[in-house]
């Protein structure tokens, strides 16, 4: 198992007698991208500043590359990067200006920080930016810039909190695709809080729920599904040809969809047959998609739609908080 880089235990917040983070225990792998998941006003960013060692918890311990945030937060600056949802630069200065300023600041030499500042503008695709004032940055731009700006350190952690808020469908995609690839380049552990479930499920090697300070669930989108979904954690929608009567004919006759149904079922890992007219819906504990086709095909039926279907963090989401009071552990509950 990989080594955690950072340990939550317990973690609690209080505002007078309102719980903002409750007893949350949570671990986050080295080298993964782990998402915080939830609505606004979940705790999401009161957890990062406790990481961060920005704000004091109530109770409880936070441990992020094995130091405590609470009692030594200097050092873990010193191994973790944290972009926030507004990143703010010296509009004055160019983008290169600011980089050199913030690798400065963290010792090191003018040539060393100008050398750096380069690389990281190329890495986060600013080069031919890099002499235009912040200020005329557009959002977008400004992130990656701010993704640079918390690279300079060299960290072995970084917190992106919210990053692609008020950017076009492009530029996210395009930051998306930048923090794959400086996981994959570099080995960063990134912990991404978000409540866009696409963006989370498209990058997040696993995810948390987080609703009112507490992390509901965690794992990856399979281990969820499975969880919520029981056994069905695909389902193969199928269309066939009927005639009025509703069933179709074959070299031996004809045969009614409800008994296509029926043989259906006889398919190892089948675990749910539903016919609305010519349309099937199949529950399945694997991707059975070539055997139910085949099945189909074999049967004489002409076959005119078949589409797979896999659960994603979106019906994850809206099964969990069906009528929005299902407030316990998904693990509490198998």
Do not use: W
């Amino acid at each position: 198992m990989s080594q955690n880089i950072i340990d939550l235990i317990d973690l609690t917040k209080m505002y007078g007698s309102v719980s903002v983070v409750d007893h949350l225990n949570l671990s986050v792998r080295k080298g993964e991208v782990f998402g915080l998941l939830g609505p606004n006003g979940a705790g999401k960013s009161t957890t990062i500043l406790m990481m961060l060692g920005l704000t004091e918890p109530t109770s409880g311990q936070v441990k992020v590359c094995d130091i405590d945030s609470t009692t030594n937060p200097i050092e873990v600056k010193r191994k973790v990067g944290y972009l926030p949802e507004d990143v703010r630069f010296y509009d004055e200065l160019t983008g290169i200006e600011n980089l050199i300023y913030t690798a400065r600041l963290n010792n090191l030499s003018s040539g060393q920080a100008r050398q750096k500042a380069k690389e990281l503008l190329a890495n986060v695709g600013l080069s031919d930016e890099g002499d235009k004032k912040a200020g005329k940055y557009s959002r977008g731009m400004r992130q990656r810039l701010g993704l640079a700006d918390v690279l300079i350190k060299s960290p072995e952690v970084i917190i992106l909190d919210e990053p692609t808020l008020g950017i076009d469908p492009l530029g996210v995609q395009e930051f998306l695709e930048l923090i794959i690839k400086l996981k994959n380049d570099q080995g960063l552990t990134v912990v991404l809080s978000s409540h866009h479930l696409y963006q989370v499920q498209k990058i997040c090697d696993r995810v948390g729920l987080f609703v009112k300070g507490k992390i509901l669930a965690e794992g990856d989108v399979a281990t969820l599904s499975k969880k919520l979904f029981s056994d069905e954690t695909f389902i193969i929608e199928a269309e066939i040809i009927l005639n009025s009567s509703g069933d179709f004919k074959t070299s031996d006759g004809t045969i009614k969809a409800e008994t296509l149904a029926e043989e259906l079922k006889t398919i190892g890992g089948v675990i749910s047959v539903s016919v609305n007219n010519n349309a099937f819906q199949i529950g399945c504990s694997c991707d059975l998609t070539a055997e139910v086709a085949r099945l189909i095909v074999n049967s004489g039926a002409g076959l005119s739609y078949l589409h797979k279907k896999e659960f994603g963090l979106d019906e994850i989401y809206n099964r969990y908080f069906e009528g929005g009071v299902n407030h316990e552990r998904i693990d509490d509950k198998i």
